[in-house]
């Protein structure tokens, strides 16, 4: 039976009680996807208007990524203390008003400060939001809902690269526009917050059960509600210890090695400098024809976060992985060798969007599904909070130096590179990575209870 199936109210109703509130909180991604993406067209003039220089560009395009992860770090401490609902409301208002500020700056200095802001509302809805779709969603549908708030994301991307090339034609002061647009849909998604209910699974946490309840025979129905939320409580009843404890080191390892690899493997090049790529590495490419690759390469990554969103709760989380990442390695490899036989612009176009379709399929969407449900409900916001601060510290690494790397290996260097990390990426899942499709979080939690009491078992009868 569908876990929709016995839910009392109608279609629309069911609708509204699951699906609604994981579009709201997605709207989050949306603006995570924007905000972090606007940088790509926009670069391009903030350098000439600003007269930058390539460390000065590296800082402007990355100061929002230690925001990012400032944000992440607090995420998770905030998120248990005042639940997920309200910290999505604050990351929705500082959204706002830093996109605003990117838009009036006239120094370097102050770009960088409302930049480092924004950063601050990503760090906190990257967390949130897929922590939150995760606990309010069925186990039968939670990856495809998970993968929502990524489909946000790239969604975001799009939106940010098609809305830089309309805005191109105004001129060197463009860029203050394409800053400033996000200020829109931050307002609609602080509103729509107000409209949605808190996670099940925080409430119960912090004792308030009929509410939890209440919530839950929505999304459940009445008898599957009943079941879910003396789990729930149970599985809270017998939580102890913390993050560090011995059980949780596999998890916690996956977490980390997966959300630094996700960015190691380069796919933040792309979507940052996409447009300085093509108008400074590659020839007789106009500012126009940049903007327009971004879009093809934009429209790529959403299309592929949609076939992601149709397997990953079919053919599961490892071998999606597993695959794509070799694919990027793959397509990255092509890519290196192309760029240093100065093939065509066509061809490495080609090539760049075939390896954001492995990500977009993969390592985009899969890695915050993983993160998301593979930690106890006691730990799991400041769990996917220091996942979240590895994976913006990887992407802020990569940021600051990638200008630098291509100086110094080339552009066919770099993308090498990031092809040798592709292929310790898919040789990572496939020894480590069990999988959780299907599985309420729940379960899951307890198969990592069952190896801490096995792997303590075999030490303790262990022959002196």
């Excluded at 924004?118 to 998970?146: D, H, K, N």
């Excluded at 075939?354 to 993160?371: D, H, N």
């Excluded at 100086?407 to 770099?414: K, M």
Aim: charged share 10%; glycine share 8%; hydrophobic share 55%.
């Amino acid at each position: 039976m569908s876990p929709l199936s016995s839910t009392p109210q109608g279609g629309l109703s069911r609708i509204s009680a699951v699906y609604l509130p994981a579009l709201v909180a997605a709207l989050g991604g949306l603006l995570f996807g924007f905000d972090t993406a606007v940088i790509n067209g926009a670069i391009v003039y903030l350098k000439r208007q600003l007269n930058l220089s390539a460390r000065g560009t590296e800082f402007a395009a990355g100061s929002i990524l230690l925001g990012c992860a400032l944000g992440s770090a607090l995420a998770g401490y905030l998120g248990d203390r005042f639940g997920r609902k309200r910290l999505l409301l604050v990351s929705a208002a500082i959204f706002a008003v830093s996109s605003v500020a990117a838009a009036m700056i006239v120094t370097l200095p102050q770009f960088l400060i409302a930049r480092f802001a924004g950063g601050i509302a990503i760090g906190l809805a990257s967390m949130l939001a897929p922590l939150y779709i995760s606990e309010l969603a069925p186990a039968a549908i939670r990856g495809r809902l998970v993968t929502l708030n990524q489909l946000a994301i790239v969604s975001g991307v799009l939106l940010a690269f098609f809305s830089n090339y309309l805005l191109s034609g105004l001129g060197n002061d463009s860029w203050r526009w394409m800053f400033g647009c996000a200020a829109f849909p931050a307002i609609l998604f602080f509103v729509s917050m107000l409209f949605i209910p808190e996670s099940p699974r925080w409430l119960i946490q912090r004792g308030q059960f009929q509410e939890a309840e209440r919530i839950l025979i929505r999304t459940l129905g009445m008898t599957e509600a009943a079941v879910e939320a003396g789990r729930i409580r149970e599985t809270i009843a017998h939580e102890q210890g913390s993050l560090w404890e011995p059980k949780l080191r596999r998890p916690l390892t996956i977490a980390i090695v997966l959300a630094a690899l996700q960015q190691l493997t380069g796919i933040n090049t792309i979507l940052y400098y996409g447009s300085l790529v093509f108008v400074e590495q590659i020839p007789h490419q106009s500012d126009s024809s940049a903007l327009l690759s971004n879009i093809a390469i934009g429209a790529t990554n959403l299309a592929f976060t949609l076939v992601a969103m149709f397997l990953v709760d079919r053919a599961g989380r490892k071998p999606l992985l597993v695959i794509t990442s070799a694919a990027m390695a793959i397509f990255l490899l092509a890519l290196s060798i192309a760029a240093a036989l100065h093939a065509p612009a066509s061809l490495l176009l080609v090539l760049i969007m075939l390896y954001v379709a492995s990500f977009a399929t993969g390592m985009g969407p899969v890695v915050w599904i993983v993160m998301s449900e593979i930690f106890p409900a006691n730990v799991r916001a400041q769990a996917v909070a220091l996942g979240n601060v590895v994976l913006w510290l990887a992407c802020a690494l990569i940021t600051f130096t990638f200008l630098s790397l291509v100086s110094a290996l080339s552009i066919s260097g770099a993308f090498l590179l990031y092809a040798a990390l592709s292929v310790v990426a898919s040789l990572f899942v496939a020894r480590v990575l069990p999988e959780t499709k299907g599985r309420t979080l729940e379960e899951i939690e307890a198969g990592w209870r069952a190896k801490g009491r096995s792997a303590s078992a075999s030490v303790a009868n262990r022959p002196e």
